[in-house]
T-cell receptor
Framework: GNSVTQMEGPVTLSEEAFLTINCTYT??????LFWYVQYPGEGLQLLLK?????DKGSNKGFEATYRKETTSFHLEKGSVQVSDSAVYFC??????????FGKGTTLSVSS | EPEVTQTPSHQVTQMGQEVILRCVPI?????FYWYRQILGQKVEFLVS????????KSEIFDDQFSVERPDGSNFTLKIRSTKLEDSAMYFC???????????????FGPGTRLTVL
């Protein structure tokens, strides 16, 4: 079946460090891939998405590239800020179906 | 910016009691969803709803669960007889239509934490 696996957290970084959160997926066909972020006390917000192989989604300095050959969609940011502290969820969606999420990775950034 | 709202933020109930979780989706959205996240586990899909009927549901969404859009703004999830394992964070989401099709993007509320004792 379809599934998403993302790296276990928590991830603890100092401000301005480089961030990578790994995400791999299992799916038949060609799903769309997403990263959602949840800031403390808030709902899940769409951070970025990619709908086909080799697409790069980007937003707020975060990037992720849809890699079909490695079935991956790793999230990266060159220089994290304290305000990036949140829980990050990788997800996939096939047309006409619901989102399938990973477990979430907690990021904590200190100054 | 419009957002999905959910009430209450935290609900505590006794096992066997009925609970109703409430959501107000974004006003011009037409697809509505419920997801849940048991502590430490993945966010799991429960049900989607369109045009006043369920369009998709997971195996979690058994006869104990029901959804309703009682008026033009609210979307509710009812659990008839709660069990301990229903304790979780419940998220509501909605998505708009574009050019007659449901978009991929779902907008989530902040969640209701349900604790069953």
């Amino acid at each position: 079946g379809n599934s998403v696996t993302q790296m276990e957290g928590p991830v603890t970084l100092s401000e301005e460090a480089f961030l990578t959160i790994n995400c791999t997926y299992t799916a038949t066909g060609y799903p769309s891939l997403f990263w959602y972020v949840q800031y403390p006390g808030e709902g899940l917000q769409l951070l970025l998405k990619a709908t086909k192989a080799d697409d790069k989604g980007s937003n707020k300095g975060f990037e992720a590239t849809y890699r079909k050959e490695t079935t991956s969609f790793h999230l990266e940011k060159g220089s994290v800020q304290v305000s990036d502290s949140a829980v990050y969820f990788c997800a996939l969606k096939k047309a006409g179906t619901a989102l399938i999420f990973g477990k979430g990775t907690t990021l904590s950034v200190s100054s | 910016e419009p957002e999905v709202t959910q009430t209450p933020s935290h609900q505590v109930t006794q096992m066997g009691q009925e609970v109703i979780l409430r959501c107000v989706p974004i006003s011009n959205h037409l697809y509505f969803y419920w997801y849940r996240q048991i502590l430490g586990q993945k966010v799991e899909f429960l049900v989607s709803f369109y045009n006043n009927e369920i369009s998709e549901k997971s195996e979690i969404f058994d006869d104990q669960f029901s959804v309703e859009r009682p008026d033009g703004s609210n979307f509710t999830l009812k659990i008839r007889s709660t069990k301990l394992e229903d304790s979780a964070m419940y998220f509501c989401a909605s998505s708009p239509m574009r050019e007659g099709y449901r978009t991929d993007t779902q907008y989530f509320g902040p969640g209701t934490r349900l604790t069953v004792l």
